[in-house]
């Protein structure tokens, strides 16, 4: 589901999805004169499926 959301960001450059357990991860590669991190994890609380960032 996530993979969904973040394809249609503008900026958003790559989306690689898997799973971690019952988790799913999603790995993005994106432009950062074009879209935040921020603007990336507001995309995918706003879905309600987005839990937290792996650094």
Do not use: C, F, R
Request: glycine share 12%; net charge negative; no cysteine.
């Amino acid at each position: 589901m996530g993979e969904e959301v973040l394809e249609g960001l503008k900026g958003v450059e790559l989306v690689n999805s898997g799973y971690h357990g019952s988790m799913e991860t999603n790995a993005v590669l994106y432009d950062p004169a074009l879209i935040s991190v921020d603007q990336i994890k507001k995309a995918l609380e706003e879905t309600g499926i987005y839990l937290g960032e792996v650094k």
